[in-house]
């Protein structure tokens, strides 16, 4: 929130000025050049507030009335308050996509820090070919989701896919993968784990790079060993970079979309209907925009409040510098 | 102490973790030269009869190099209209004081929180009402302005020191010289960052795209593949031939310009 803060310290500008022509015969002249200070002043908000305004802002409370609307987004609008809400809430498919998306959370979310981490580590030492490797590591996050869910439903073809080849080298008989209910969630997990794990490790590399040497000489010097030296220096130091990354693996994890919808469109079974799947399925498939609307709302107030919880939280155990 | 030559093991361990992120693509681009992939059940490592017969078929059936041009220019256009539109907005936040200013700024960042899940289903009606429906004006609108780019560049801006404007204003330059002649130059860097953000994002955006296009020429690259394994599904060459060339013009890009992406990424993290 340093935005916020340092935005009054700037130079007096213009506005200084008018204030000191104060005489009678100068009136008119500082009228004049405050009204082109407010003028240069629009010609360089317009252009980012109109879109702002019609493609945003609108649009938000838009959907806030279209929720509050039964609507299929062709016919008239039929006024029913907050029924919506009140279906969506008891409503089991709508409890599954929010359960699906925890599953994938929960999932995901070790995966990519504890992969990231490690990977951090080992190149924040003098290893062999550091920025190539660096490079590999990041190639992915680089690709869209689509090319990543696709790639991936190949590897993790059940029958001709070379995942299960190789399991079927080693004697483990592969499971169904992405059709299978119980390995659609893991499946998509995994793959998205894969195309984060740079993201996270570009972020605590970083991270990693930023603390003093020194620290690491005086806990040698006291006899700390290796893990000690992870879990009392590095860890806690690191607390900044690892609050961002589970704020914004938070935050992009429950709007999961584009990799569902091309790796099992939800299924098999609606064994991975996520929450934005479902957002659209409604809109797009039954002609539900209203409680589409209310279901999206739902979902931003969820991420709102766990955001929020995570920022008051983080006096208990983020350190800064 | 931590700085001593790391373990032959621990080279070993990152090379091995480094080609299991780059073996799907590999594998994809084996796929893509293998035809009847996906019809055996034991993989040929190096495909014995490699053909470029997918890509053919794959330019052949659907207009591809079209699409592709299609990502491309909406890329390029976002990136621009982003540049510009956030480039003049933050000058206004760090460099022209008027009252409320905070409070505008507050709504700019405000819109960053929104998802897009949530506009998802007024844009559309807007843009229905506007007939913009699956044209590309339709998908480009939403994305000309970004709250982001306006606080990544203020940041920026706010870091120059003032004295080189007030001088240029005691010489008489008005805002526009300013912004244009001494702030932006200044800049470069964070303008290198959001260009990198900007493209990849339009390059890879689904959800509205998908939503807004119709006619099949018409559609961008994510859009278009992910139609594609619903055409094919058993086709795995195929599918795979159109992913390679998906990733191809942004591994050419990537190539070029990672450092600047590997930076603006760690930047992100460190404020």
């Not at chain 1, 008018?18 to 100068?26: A, F, M, W, Y």
């Not at chain 2, 480039?87 to 008027?98: C, K, T």
């Not at chain 2, 929104?114 to 807007?126: A, I, N, Y």
Request: glycine share 8%; hydrophobic share 55%.
């Amino acid at each position: 929130m340093t935005a916020l803060q340092n935005s009054r310290a700037e130079s007096p500008g213009p506005t200084a000025t008018t204030k000191r022509n104060q005489g009678p015969g100068l009136r008119r002249k500082a009228t004049g050049t405050r009204l082109k200070y407010a003028l240069t002043i629009a010609a360089f908000l317009i252009p980012s507030a109109v879109p702002l305004l019609f493609f945003t802002i609108i649009p938000m409370f838009a959907a806030f009335w279209i929720s509050l609307n039964q609507w299929n987004l062709v016919g008239p609008m039929k006024w029913v308050g907050l029924d919506n809400y009140s279906k969506l809430v008891s409503d089991p498919d709508t409890q599954g996509a929010f359960l699906h998306t925890i599953y994938y959370i929960v999932g995901y979310l070790p995966l990519v820090y504890v992969g990231g981490l490690a990977i951090a580590l080992a190149l924040n030492s003098r290893i062999k070919g550091r920025s190539l490797m660096r490079g590999l590591y990041f190639l992915p996050v680089v690709t869209s989701w689509i090319v990543v869910a696709l790639v991936w439903r190949w590897l993790l073809n059940p029958s001709t896919g070379i995942v299960n080849w190789l399991l079927g080298l080693i004697g483990v008989a592969g499971p169904g993968w992405w059709t299978d209910p119980a390995w659609s969630m893991p499946s998509i997990i995994l793959a998205s784990a894969w195309k984060d794990l740079g993201f996270v490790m570009v972020i605590l590399l970083a991270g990693l790079q930023a603390i003093p040497e020194d620290l690491y000489e005086a806990a040698t010097v006291d006899g700390a060993g290796r893990w000690r030296r992870l879990f009392s220096i590095t860890l806690p130091m690191l607390s900044p970079s690892t609050f961002f990354v589970v704020v914004l693996s938070l935050i992009n994890g429950f709007q999961v979309f584009d990799q569902v919808y091309a790796m099992t469109g939800g299924g098999p079974n609606n064994s991975s209907q996520v929450v934005v799947q479902q957002i659209y399925d409604l809109t797009f498939r039954y002609g539900k925009a209203g409680e589409a609307s209310a279901l999206s709302w739902l979902l931003f107030l969820f991420i709102l409040v766990i955001t929020l919880i995570q920022v008051r939280g983080q006096k208990k155990w983020v350190h800064y510098a | 102490m931590r700085k001593q030559r790391p373990s032959i093991t621990l080279n070993i361990l990152v090379l091995l973790g480094a080609l299991m992120m780059v073996f799907p693509f590999l594998w994809a681009f084996v796929t893509s030269i293998s035809p009847g992939a996906g019809l055996s059940a034991t993989p040929q490592l190096i495909p014995e009869d490699a053909s470029l017969s997918a890509y053919a078929q794959l330019f052949d059936r659907l207009p591809f190099a079209q699409i592709v041009l299609n990502s491309l220019l909406l890329a390029v256009l976002t990136t621009i209209f982003q540049l510009v539109t956030s480039s003049l907005a933050a000058y206004v936040f760090s460099r022209m004081p008027f009252k409320g200013r905070n409070a505008v700024f507050a709504v700019y960042l405000a819109t960053m929180m929104v998802p897009l899940q949530v506009l998802v289903v007024p844009l559309f009606v807007e843009m229905k009402s506007l007939g913009l429906i699956d044209t590309y004006l339709g998908v480009l609108l939403p994305g000309i302005a970004s709250a982001f780019g306006v606080f990544l560049l203020r940041q920026a801006m706010n870091s120059i020191p003032q004295d080189l404007d007030q001088a240029a204003t005691l010489d008489g330059a008005g805002h526009f010289r300013i912004f244009g002649l001494i702030v932006l130059p200044l800049v470069r860097p964070a303008l290198a960052t959001l260009t990198v953000f900007a493209f990849l994002n339009s390059w890879n955006s689904f959800l509205w795209p998908l939503i807004i296009l119709r006619t099949p020429a018409l559609k961008t690259l994510p859009v278009a593949l992910a139609g594609l394994q619903g055409q094919y599904t058993t086709q795995w060459d195929i599918v795979m031939a159109g992913s390679v060339v998906s990733i191809l013009p942004m591994l050419a890009l990537y190539i070029f310009t990672q450092k600047y992406i590997i930076q603006g990424v760690a930047g992100t993290g460190l404020k």
